[in-house]
């Protein structure tokens, strides 16, 4: 199983980023933290993240063919991207969306997610946890 791991603008931040909402850790550690939990259960992984909408757009429609799955978050644009929803469904690989905090304890603009219709799953609030989860999601969904 092949799973691509998708991270939107200012994740590359993490650690730096309002730490008292984001935590202390750094991208690095997210990263490391998602190739242990793919291995786990014996996933691979690739991890991308850039902080525009286009080139997450490009991604997503070249993981057609190369992934069985896909593990977003994707951090601002998904209250405002109705580009990288229309992606999604364009693959339509099965989906899990992930949010480090809880979007729907936090301002109003954030409540609203173009992306979660599309994912088969959102876990939000859980911090780095929330990836692993979205793996196992994904690794039993296929099993
Ligand atoms: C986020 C929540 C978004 O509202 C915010 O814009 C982010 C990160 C999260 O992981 O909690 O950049 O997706």
Redesign the pocket.
Known sequence: MKLLIIN????NMLGIREPQ??GKEDYRALCAFINAAAEEVGAACEIFQSNHEGAIVDKIQESLGHFDGIVI????Y??TSVAIADALAAVALPTVE??????NE?EAF?RHSFVAPIAKKTF?GKGFEGYRLAIRFLAQAQS
Not at 8 to 11: C, K, M, S, V
Not at 73 to 76: C, E, G, H, I, V
Not at 98 to 103: A, E, G, P, R, W
């Open positions: 939107g603008p200012n994740l909402i984001y978050n994707p951090a601002a998904t209250h992930v949010h480090l905090s809880d979007i936090r954030r939000m």
